[in-house]
């Protein structure tokens, strides 16, 4: 696994050419894939040009962001499935074949099993379209009871229960976007990661939590970089990604106001240096 850099999750807007500069001056060894851009730069200048510009940085590539909203009404979802195909075939071009996406843990509209058979519906085809392309859809369950408290009805917001979603949209290559902060407020467990395949953990975020704050009272929105509060056991679950083989991109996600507010190249080295101390710190 390698320690990678999604610019927009620090609060960098910038394009493909800087954010490379930034995660190599920062010390990462990899950067999300801007798809849209890339795409652009395709077209103009073919995907080698692309793929030379990580090369010439020295960086791999990460994930890129799933180009549709299976959110949508029936009609946009099968519009922009339509446009699926051109982004995938890019992408295993590229050699970048992991696609995240998140999953509410609520419906205000439909029941578990309404809402589960909603979700294959929708995964499937995406899944299907991925799968020419050698690309691997990654699902992100949300861990927090703050965010489950006063909706209708409850729906997957664990480990498990995510796996169980992969296995029933049932294309072979849908497994989970893992975040250390949901595993932790999920009530997560060391040993949930051990148990999983490798092949199904398709991206991981990591960060901390607020200290002080109780497991069920932790706010989505408010996170710390990692390693800078201890709350989560982030040397634990690197050694458990280590100990089942994952070799993916392990993404700092810490909704800091703090790095946010940064210059660019200092919230990108400030981000990066934490992530390498709990890399040390986990002899991985």
Known sequence: MFRNLSPGAIGISANLVESLELAKSA??????????????????KGADYVKEL???????????????????????????LKGLPKYAELAQKLGCFRVPTWVLPF???????ENFEWHVSRFRPIAEILKD??????LEFIGPATLRRGRKYEFIYTLPGMLEL????????VGLLLDSWHWYTSGGTIKQITSTPAEKV????????????????????VRCLPGETGVID?????????????????TPEPFSKRVNEMPALEAAKTTGEALLKVWREAGV
């Not at 010390?27 to 103009?44: N, S, V, Y």
Request: hydrophobic share 40%.
């Open 202 to 221: 398709v991206y991981v975020h990591i960060n901390d939590a607020p200290a002080g704050v109780p497991v069920d009272e932790q706010i989505d929105n």
């Open 133 to 138: 392309y050698g690309c691997w859809l990654g």
């Open 27 to 44: 010390g990462f060894e990899g950067l999300d894939l801007p798809m849209g851009e890339a795409m652009r730069l395709a077209e103009e």
């Open 166 to 173: 992969a296995d029933a949209i049932g294309t072979g290559n």
């Open 54 to 80: 990580y090369a010439n940085a020295g960086l791999r590539m990460g994930g890129w962001g799933l180009p549709v909203d299976w959110r949508a009404d029936e009609a946009e979802f099968q519009e922009q």
């Open 234 to 250: 982030l040397k634990g679950f690197l050694q458990a990604l280590k100990q089942i083989g994952y070799d993916g991109p392990v």
């Open 107 to 113: 419906s205000d509209h439909l029941p578990f099993k």
